[in-house]
C-alpha cells in the first residue's frame, strides 16, 4: 500500500486527485495539508488534517503538491527532509530553486518528480515542439489560463521556451500585438492570457518566410491531467533523484 500525503488537497486539483487515489486500491489518502481556512469537507476517519507544516505527524511514502507558489518551496523542503518522495504540480518554482530541492534531495537520497504541467498532451506538445524548432526556428509561445493562475508565463511556457532555445529556436518576426501580457524567455515570446473558460491552453507557433506551423494543446478540465498524476505515483520513487519533467518517466528522454 503506498501511503499518501495531499497538499493542497481542497482546491480543484487536489479534489480530482482524492478521485484518483480513491479509484485504486494499493494507494492510500493518509493525510491533508490545507494552508488556507479550514475546509468544511468530510474526509474519512483514516485521512489526518493539518495546518501547518509543524504540525503534521506519521509517515508517509509520497508528498502530493497541488499548493500555491508562495508556499510550494517551503512543503517541498519539509517533504524531502522527511525523506518523503515529493510529487510537485505546483508550478512557479524558480530555476534556483529547483536547484536548491535538487540538491537538497540527494542529500537525504530522496527521488521524486517535480513536472511543471501534469497532461500527457501538453509533454508531448513540448517535445514535439523541440524536434520542430530545429528545421524551423523562429518561434512564439502564446498561452491561457483560468483567470485564477498566479504565475505569467506559465511553468508550461518557460520549460518550452527553455527547450525551443536548446534547439537554437528565437523570435525573429513578432505577431501582431493581440493583447496578452508579453515577456521575452531565452529570447523567445511569450504572450499569456487568463480567460474565462480555459484550464489550461498553449500554442508554439513557427514560421518562415513560405510557411507556418502551430502545435497547439488544450487542456479542457483537470481530469486530464490524472493519467499523468497516476504515472508519476507509480514510477516518483523509482527515480535517480530529483527529476524534472514528466518526459523523463514517459520515454521522451
Same mark, same amino acid.
Given at each position: 500500500? %503506498?501511503?499518501? @500525503?495531499?497538499?493542497? $488537497?481542497?482546491?480543484?486539483?487536489?479534489?480530482? *486527485?482524492?478521485?484518483? *487515489?480513491?479509484?485504486?486500491? /494499493?494507494? =492510500?489518502?493518509?493525510?491533508?495539508? &490545507?494552508?488556507?481556512?479550514?475546509?468544511?469537507?468530510?474526509?474519512?476517519?483514516?485521512?489526518?488534517?493539518?495546518?501547518?507544516?509543524?504540525? +503534521?505527524?506519521?509517515?508517509?511514502? %509520497?508528498? +502530493?503538491?497541488?499548493?500555491?507558489? /508562495?508556499?510550494v518551496l517551503k512543503n517541498t523542503i519539509w517533504a524531502i527532509e522527511h525523506k518523503i518522495t515529493p510529487i510537485i504540480a505546483?508550478?512557479?518554482?524558480?530555476? /534556483?530553486? *529547483?536547484?536548491?530541492?535538487?540538491?537538497?534531495?540527494?542529500?537525504?537520497?530522496?527521488? !521524486? %518528480?517535480?513536472?511543471?504541467?501534469?497532461? *500527457?498532451?501538453?509533454?508531448?506538445?513540448?517535445?514535439?515542439?523541440? +524536434?520542430?524548432?530545429?528545421?524551423m526556428p523562429d518561434v512564439s509561445i502564446e498561452e491561457i489560463h483560468h483567470p485564477d493562475k498566479l504565475d505569467a508565463p506559465?511553468?508550461?511556457?518557460? %520549460?518550452?521556451? !527553455?527547450?525551443? $532555445?536548446?534547439?537554437?529556436?528565437?523570435?525573429?518576426? @513578432?505577431?501582431?500585438?493581440?493583447?496578452? /501580457?508579453?515577456?521575452?524567455?531565452?529570447?523567445? &515570446?511569450?504572450?499569456?492570457?487568463?480567460?474565462?473558460?480555459?484550464?489550461?491552453?498553449? =500554442?508554439?507557433?513557427?514560421?518562415?518566410?513560405?510557411?507556418?506551423?502551430?502545435?497547439?494543446?488544450? =487542456?479542457?478540465?483537470?481530469?486530464?491531467?490524472?493519467?499523468?498524476?497516476?504515472?508519476?505515483?507509480?514510477?516518483?520513487?523509482?527515480?535517480? !533523484?530529483?527529476?524534472? !519533467?514528466?518526459?523523463?518517466?514517459?520515454? &521522451?528522454?
Amino acid at each position: 500500500m %503506498i501511503s499518501i @500525503f495531499l497538499a493542497g $488537497a481542497s482546491g480543484k486539483m487536489g479534489l480530482e *486527485i482524492q478521485k484518483l *487515489i480513491a479509484e485504486h486500491r /494499493d494507494w =492510500s489518502l493518509d493525510a491533508v495539508l &490545507l494552508h488556507e481556512k479550514p475546509t468544511t469537507q468530510a474526509y474519512d476517519p483514516q485521512v489526518k488534517v493539518f495546518h501547518d507544516l509543524d504540525q +503534521i505527524q506519521g509517515n508517509y511514502d %509520497i508528498w +502530493i503538491d497541488v499548493t500555491r507558489p /508562495d508556499v510550494v518551496l517551503k512543503n517541498t523542503i519539509w517533504a524531502i527532509e522527511h525523506k518523503i518522495t515529493p510529487i510537485i504540480a505546483t508550478s512557479g518554482l524558480t530555476a /534556483d530553486a *529547483i536547484k536548491q530541492l535538487q540538491s537538497l534531495a540527494e542529500h537525504y537520497h530522496v527521488n !521524486g %518528480i517535480i513536472a511543471p504541467n501534469f497532461s *500527457i498532451s501538453a509533454v508531448l506538445m513540448m517535445s514535439f515542439s523541440a +524536434i520542430a524548432a530545429k528545421f524551423m526556428p523562429d518561434v512564439s509561445i502564446e498561452e491561457i489560463h483560468h483567470p485564477d493562475k498566479l504565475d505569467a508565463p506559465s511553468g508550461t511556457a518557460r %520549460i518550452t521556451a !527553455g527547450l525551443l $532555445a536548446a534547439a537554437g529556436a528565437q523570435t525573429s518576426h @513578432f505577431p501582431k500585438n493581440d493583447g496578452g /501580457d508579453k515577456n521575452i524567455v531565452d529570447q523567445l &515570446l511569450i504572450t499569456s492570457k487568463r480567460q474565462q473558460g480555459y484550464v489550461a491552453y498553449q =500554442s508554439v507557433d513557427f514560421r518562415n518566410d513560405n510557411e507556418t506551423l502551430t502545435i497547439a494543446q488544450n =487542456s479542457l478540465n483537470r481530469k486530464s491531467f490524472m493519467p499523468g498524476v497516476a504515472l508519476a505515483i507509480k514510477k516518483a520513487r523509482q527515480q535517480r !533523484g530529483l527529476i524534472v !519533467g514528466l518526459d523523463k518517466v514517459m520515454g &521522451l528522454e
